[in-house]
Protein backbone atom coordinates (compact mmCIF):
# COMPACT_ATOMS: atom_id res chain seq x y z
CA UNK A 1 0.00 0.00 0.00
CA UNK A 2 2.74 2.03 0.57
CA UNK A 3 6.29 1.77 -0.21
CA UNK A 4 9.17 3.91 1.62
CA UNK A 5 12.70 4.42 -0.96
CA UNK A 6 15.68 5.26 0.86
CA UNK A 7 18.68 7.12 -0.01
CA UNK A 8 22.17 8.64 0.84
CA UNK A 9 23.14 6.35 3.50
CA UNK A 10 27.13 4.96 3.31
CA UNK A 11 30.81 5.77 4.82
CA UNK A 12 31.96 9.09 6.40
CA UNK A 13 35.05 10.36 8.66
CA UNK A 14 34.23 11.62 11.82
CA UNK A 15 33.29 15.37 11.32
CA UNK A 16 31.89 14.78 8.18
CA UNK A 17 27.94 14.78 6.58
CA UNK A 18 25.34 12.77 5.10
CA UNK A 19 22.07 13.29 3.63
CA UNK A 20 19.21 10.74 3.51
CA UNK A 21 16.20 10.75 1.56
CA UNK A 22 13.09 9.10 2.11
CA UNK A 23 10.48 8.68 -0.64
CA UNK A 24 7.32 7.69 0.36
CA UNK A 25 4.79 6.12 -2.53
CA UNK A 26 1.48 4.45 -2.91
CA UNK A 27 -2.20 4.88 -2.08
CA UNK A 28 -1.86 7.58 0.39
CA UNK A 29 -4.89 9.72 1.27
CA UNK A 30 -2.48 12.15 3.42
CA UNK A 31 0.71 11.79 5.92
CA UNK A 32 0.76 12.94 9.26
CA UNK A 33 4.34 12.46 10.17
CA UNK A 34 7.79 11.19 8.16
CA UNK A 35 10.68 10.58 10.20
CA UNK A 36 13.73 8.29 10.88
CA UNK A 37 14.85 5.99 13.31
CA UNK A 38 17.94 4.10 14.20
CA UNK A 39 19.50 1.03 15.42
CA UNK A 40 22.61 0.37 16.25
CA UNK A 41 24.00 -3.38 16.81
CA UNK A 42 23.08 -4.56 20.45
CA UNK A 43 21.09 -1.50 21.10
CA UNK A 44 17.21 -0.72 20.81
CA UNK A 45 15.62 1.55 18.05
CA UNK A 46 15.95 4.56 18.26
CA UNK A 47 13.82 7.77 17.41
CA UNK A 48 16.29 10.41 15.89
CA UNK A 49 13.77 12.99 14.22
CA UNK A 50 10.22 13.79 12.71
CA UNK A 51 8.56 16.13 11.19
CA UNK A 52 4.64 16.84 11.45
CA UNK A 53 2.04 17.50 8.75
CA UNK A 54 2.13 21.07 10.16
CA UNK A 55 5.82 21.22 10.13
CA UNK A 56 6.92 20.49 13.51
CA UNK A 57 9.29 18.97 14.07
CA UNK A 58 11.45 16.63 16.73
CA UNK A 59 14.70 15.49 17.26
CA UNK A 60 16.81 13.59 19.89
CA UNK A 61 19.24 15.51 22.08
CA UNK A 62 21.45 13.35 20.96
CA UNK A 63 21.52 14.86 17.15
CA UNK A 64 20.27 18.11 17.69
CA UNK A 65 21.65 21.08 16.72
CA UNK A 66 23.63 18.97 14.30
CA UNK A 67 21.09 16.85 12.38
CA UNK A 68 17.90 18.75 9.96
CA UNK A 69 15.34 17.36 9.35
CA UNK A 70 12.80 18.45 6.56
CA UNK A 71 10.46 17.16 4.12
CA UNK A 72 9.05 17.99 -0.16
CA UNK A 73 5.39 17.64 1.02
CA UNK A 74 4.60 17.93 -2.76
CA UNK A 75 7.09 14.69 -3.50
CA UNK A 76 6.16 12.80 -0.24
CA UNK A 77 9.81 12.97 0.60
CA UNK A 78 11.70 13.14 4.09
CA UNK A 79 15.54 14.18 4.31
CA UNK A 80 18.01 13.79 7.22
CA UNK A 81 21.02 16.35 6.60
CA UNK A 82 23.34 15.20 9.00
CA UNK A 83 26.36 17.32 9.85
CA UNK A 84 29.29 17.22 12.36
CA UNK A 85 28.83 13.12 12.53
CA UNK A 86 30.33 10.90 15.10
CA UNK A 87 31.16 7.39 15.38
CA UNK A 88 28.77 6.87 17.91
CA UNK A 89 26.06 7.44 15.01
CA UNK A 90 27.01 4.30 13.23
CA UNK A 91 23.97 2.37 12.82
CA UNK A 92 21.60 1.46 10.58
CA UNK A 93 18.31 4.38 9.35
CA UNK A 94 14.99 3.59 9.07
CA UNK A 95 12.55 5.86 7.37
CA UNK A 96 9.15 5.83 8.56
CA UNK A 97 5.99 7.19 7.63
CA UNK A 98 2.20 7.53 9.66
CA UNK A 99 0.00 7.93 6.71
CA UNK A 100 -3.43 7.34 6.26
CA UNK A 101 -4.37 4.65 3.02
CA UNK A 102 -7.83 2.91 4.27
CA UNK A 103 -6.81 3.73 7.94
CA UNK A 104 -3.70 5.50 9.78
CA UNK A 105 -0.55 3.21 10.53
CA UNK A 106 2.92 3.43 10.17
CA UNK A 107 4.55 2.13 7.27
CA UNK A 108 8.99 1.47 7.42
CA UNK A 109 11.40 1.58 4.94
CA UNK A 110 14.15 -1.29 4.65
CA UNK A 111 16.96 0.69 6.72
CA UNK A 112 20.33 2.17 5.37
CA UNK A 113 23.40 2.43 6.50
CA UNK A 114 25.46 5.33 8.25
CA UNK A 115 29.17 4.22 9.39
CA UNK A 116 31.06 6.79 10.79
CA UNK A 117 35.04 6.55 11.21
CA UNK A 118 36.84 7.75 13.82
Known amino acids: Q ?3 VESGGGLVQAG ?6 CAASGSIVSINAMGWYRQA ?4 RELVAYIASGGSTNYADSVKGRFTISRDGAKNTVHLQMNSLKPEDTSVYYCYVRATVYATSVYWGQGTQVTVSS
Open 2 to 4: VQL
Open 16 to 21: GSLRLS
Open 41 to 44: PGKQ
